[in-house]
């Protein structure tokens, strides 16, 4: 059984991946280690900070120690700490929105971008950004930012959490294809979604556990 360990910077999502690993890739033993001092400190000082980046980088130190076959980002807010990591591990590190992002481009001229946070959003949007100029693609990105569900939900109301980000993709959904969801934790809410603005949208935990899985299947 191939093993890989996922990173989260926040409570709330691994429930989520499990379920989309035991659906797609239950052949893969999965490990969870989270750290929520990360993006608490990220939404603290509005960016990612140097001693985040530097815990984050002994996490993934630590998983390729374990003798991991791959190892799972999940924090979208953070992507540039695994660019830096890419280049002294040998255990495959996968985004968890990489991949989504490169589907997102392929496929639709205008892309609503739906976050709680903006040091989730920022990173989801250029990102999605490099990944249409790589292909050639001329994507507009649209900032579908649900301000105040991050604090409803620290403050106990899920409910109130959630009215907010359905609030914010039927403002942007009439102007873009499709829409993205910035944070993983929020896929449950994408068929929801999907019915209620109706349009396609797209969350990345499925597309994780598909790139995870062909790439060990790929692996040696």
């Known amino acids: ?3 890989i360990v996922a990173l989260y910077a926040g409570q709330g999502l691994a429930e989520l991946m499990m379920k ?6 239950p052949e893969v033993k999965v490990y969870n280690m989270v750290d929520d001092s990360l993006i608490q400190e990220c939404i603290r000082e509005g960016c990612v900070t140097r001693g985040v980046k ?8 630590v998983a390729e120690q374990m003798g991991m076959d791959a ?17 002294f591990c040998e255990t495959p590190i996968v985004k968890i929105d990489e991949h989504m992002a490169t589907e997102a481009v392929s496929k639709y001229g205008s892309l609503a971008v739906l976050a709680t946070i903006p040091t989730t959003l920022n990173p989801t949007m250029k990102l999605l950004e490099t990944k249409a100029k790589e292909a050639g693609r001329k994507v507009s990105i649209i900032n579908g930012m649900a301000n105040g569900a991050y604090q409803a939900l620290v403050a106990g109301k899920p409910e109130e959490h959630d009215r907010l980000i359905l609030e914010a993709a039927m403002k942007v959904a009439g102007d873009s294809d499709a829409i993205v969801l910035a944070q993983g934790s929020m896929g449950r809410m994408k068929d929801s979604l999907a019915k209620k603005t109706g349009k396609p949208v797209l969350a990345s935990p499925p597309f994780a556990a598909r790139a995870i899985k062909a790439l060990l299947e790929g692996k040696k």
């Open 20 to 25: 989309t690993f035991a659906e797609i890739a």
């Open 71 to 87: 190892i799972l980002s999940t924090c979208s807010s953070m992507g540039e700490v695994v660019d830096i990591a890419r280049q």
């Open 1 to 3: 059984m191939k093993k």
């Open 54 to 61: 530097r815990r984050l980088l002994q996490h993934i130190i």
